[in-house]
């Protein structure tokens, strides 16, 4: 069975910095893109960024929210996907998911488009003073 | 950014009840729309891709419509498994994007 769990979770400062973690097991991880979604407390779901596979030169995209702060990177030789969170804001405060990109179709580069097929359990990010 | 609007944000229904959910995209989607279910303390779970096709295992009274700019989710007759919170996505974009959802609760 497909599946993600995450860990790294916590409180935080604002201005800190957390890493959260991403095991994934049961797919072939290094063929599908990686993704990151967060859900602030009560509200709904907001991309958070992606990391593309080894064709793709590991290739990363961000939401204008997190960009220049947060980093996402993956190891393939032990299945997991990584978010490093610098700088952090209050306005971060959420739960963090992280989810396998079922590719659907290619665009005109060749980068795939897909949905979330699997996700983690998720991880709670709180940033406070 | 490919804006995303859902509505109604809250639908108050009953069991048995057909209920509808219309997701509109600021430009045109093709048909690179999904649904997801999500219910509290939860990930959300994939049920509809390409606008209509419905996930494996996803119960038949799940349907969904629509391309371009404009989708719909329908629930054919509700059952208490099915309160919960409805998202739409599209993933015409590299950067995906998700509606506000919609909160289906028991009238």
């Known amino acids: 069975e497909a599946q993600l769990v995450e860990s790294g979770g916590g409180l935080v400062q604002p201005g800190g910095s957390l890493r959260l973690s991403c095991a994934a097991s049961?797919?072939?991880?290094?063929?599908?893109?990686m993704d990151w979604v967060r859900q602030a407390p009560g509200k709904g779901l907001e991309w958070v960024g992606r990391?593309?596979?080894?064709?793709?030169?590991?290739?990363?995209q961000y939401a204008a929210s997190v960009k220049g702060r947060f980093t996402i990177s993956r190891d393939d030789s032990n299945n997991s996907v990584f978010l490093q969170m610098n700088s952090l804001k209050t306005e971060d405060t959420a739960v963090y998911y992280c989810?396998?990109?079922?590719?659907?179709?290619?665009?005109?580069?060749?980068?795939?488009?897909?949905?979330?097929?699997?996700w983690g359990q998720g991880s709670m990010v709180a940033v406070s003073s | 950014d490919i804006q995303m609007t859902q509505s109604p944000s809250t639908l108050s229904a009953s069991v048995g009840d057909r209920v509808t959910i219309t997701c509109r995209a600021s430009?045109?989607?093709?048909?690179?729309l999904a649904w997801y279910q999500q219910k509290p303390g939860k990930a959300p779970n994939l049920l509809i891709h390409r606008a209509s096709n419905l996930k494996s295992g996803v119960p038949s009274r799940f349907s969904g419509s629509g391309s371009g700019t404009e989708f719909t989710l329908t629930i054919s007759s509700l059952l208490p498994d099915d309160f919960a919170t409805y998202y739409c996505?599209?993933?015409?974009?590299?950067?995906?994007?998700f509606g506000q959802g919609t909160k289906v609760e028991i009238k």
């Open positions: 996505q599209q993933y015409y974009d590299s950067s995906p994007g």
């Open positions: 990391i593309r596979t080894k064709d793709r030169s590991y290739s990363t």
């Open positions: 989810a396998k990109v079922d590719g659907d179709y290619p665009d005109s580069d060749g980068d795939w488009r897909g949905v979330f097929d699997i």
């Open positions: 430009q045109s989607l093709n048909i690179w």
């Open positions: 049961g797919f072939i991880f290094n063929h599908h893109y």
